[in-house]
């Protein structure tokens, strides 16, 4: 039954609509922003806090154990607490350890103060992360509109970045410019804390809230060959994702590349592509009417480019070929990993269901970040710049089983259509209480496709 005061994607106005959208994607970035200072600000951070090297990454690791074990619980959670209610709570709860931080306390406070925000920015905050997208986003949308968020990632990213540059570029002391700068953050996360509370409670977000965490919700998210196998996707598209970074220290070791040529790689890289190759992959999913076809040819365009670039001549001759490969690799890799939590609802995963989903799609995608790094820093060690023709090959690899699991599951979903929107109905229908005929309403199925539905059922 429809509650009080409760939406659907539809009932709101575009502008509505976008302001959420962008709100999500604006949050995405900045919430995670004070923990990962060290990647952009690493040695004024060092100095700021009076740290050696290990602990600086000691602080990184505590949170990052911490996301690991709190993505799939993330997920549960955001199948049963509303949106609004994990939007606000984790921004307010991350803002207040952000101004703990800003007093550049002690080693162990910093050690809780990280694990503290691996628990309010991934098992609270997380699994509303494509969860709001979904909500505001009619069925045939959601890609588009993923493809939209990043790229609103990515301009929140920006210029959150350019600001945070003033603060070391105009305050003298390491001290001070750290501490204002996450001054600076926390006031902006609290602010998007307030503006979560202008989300709407909306219909079908969460199942029977009596019923309280039901581990049979869990099951069926774990039994659904749909959420493993865009899981697994997610895991090989990761992986060359997060591995395309090496082509910046290949350009530099191997290429012999200028600073300027390194410099325009790296903005382009991290700002520039992620602009643009989020909503243009988005558009491209939602026009092919198939965001895994999307996924698997765009991982073909990875193979090849990453095969170019580990076998071309060494030498700065070939700097400029390589810097444009490397960008090309950026834009593919990032358009194709902004994309892939579509193949959920390409597979019909049951919206009641979906926080579970993208919990196990988090647990399993992101686990490269425990071992690649480590993999790939040991074989530059041992072998040096002979190292990268390696790694290019091996990241060619997980590219080539990301097409292969993105093509299977578009002949899986394109096979069981049928069986799959039957599902979903029949998960719509028991989460809330209400008929066939209702929950059909909700995903917009008209009486004769409810009867087809019946028949699979």
Request: proline content about 3%; hydrophobic content about 55%; glycine content about 10%.
């Amino acid at each position: 039954m429809k509650a009080k005061n409760e939406v659907r994607a539809q009932d709101l106005s575009r502008g509505r609509r976008f302001f959420l959208l962008t709100l999500v994607s604006m949050g995405s970035s900045i919430i995670y922003t004070p923990a990962y200072l060290k990647a952009v600000f690493y040695d004024p951070l060092m100095e700021a806090l009076n740290v050696t090297n290990a602990q600086l990454g000691q602080f990184l690791s505590a949170y990052a154990i911490t996301a690991l074990i709190c993505y799939f619980p993330s997920g549960v959670i955001a199948d049963k607490v509303r949106v609004r209610t994990l939007s606000w709570v984790g921004f307010m709860l991350t803002a207040a350890l952000t101004f703990v931080y800003a007093t550049l306390p002690s080693v162990g406070t910093l050690m809780m103060v990280f694990v503290g925000m691996g628990i309010s920015t991934i098992l609270i905050w997380w699994g509303i992360r494509f969860k709001l997208v979904r909500l505001i986003s009619e069925e045939e949308e959601y890609s588009k509109n993923i493809g939209i968020s990043y790229g609103l990632y990515g301009a929140a990213g920006l210029a959150v970045g350019l600001i945070c540059l003033l603060f070391i570029k105009y305050i003298a002391s390491a001290a001070d410019s750290m501490r204002w700068m996450l001054i600076f953050l926390g006031l902006l996360i609290f602010v998007l804390g307030l503006l979560s509370f202008l989300i709407p409670k909306f219909e079908g977000e969460i199942a029977d809230s009596s019923k309280g965490f039901n581990l049979a919700e869990v099951g069926m998210a774990l039994k659904n060959p749909v959420v493993w196998m865009s899981a697994g996707i997610m895991f090989f598209v990761y992986f060359y994702y997060t591995g395309v970074t090496y082509t910046t220290p290949y350009l530099s070791s191997v290429m012999g590349a200028s600073i300027g040529i390194l410099s325009l790689v790296s903005i382009v890289r991290q700002y520039g592509v992620t602009l643009l190759s989020g909503p243009a992959f988005g558009f491209l999913a939602k026009g092919a009417g198939s965001p895994t076809r999307v996924i698997g040819w765009g991982s073909i365009v990875a193979v090849l480019a990453l095969v170019t670039i580990a076998y071309l001549p060494a030498g700065p001759a070939m700097a400029i070929l390589a810097a444009i490969i490397a960008i090309l690799l950026g834009f593919i890799a990032n358009g194709v990993f902004g994309i892939v939590s579509s193949a959920l609802t390409e597979g019909r995963v049951p919206l009641t269901i979906f926080g579970a989903a993208t919990g196990l799609l988090s647990v399993i995608g992101f686990a490269p970040d425990t071992f690649s790094s480590v993999w790939f820093g040991a074989l530059i060690d041992s072998q040096g710049n002979d190292a990268y023709v390696e790694i290019f090959i091996i990241l060619a690899g997980s590219a080539v089983l990301a097409t292969a699991l993105a093509f299977f599951l578009h002949f899986y979903v394109k096979k069981n259509a049928k069986k799959l929107e039957a599902a979903q109905l029949e998960a719509a229908a028991e989460a809330q209480g209400i008929s066939l005929e209702e929950a059909a309403e909700l995903v917009g199925l008209d009486e004769d496709a409810v009867t087809g539905l019946r028949e699979e059922l």
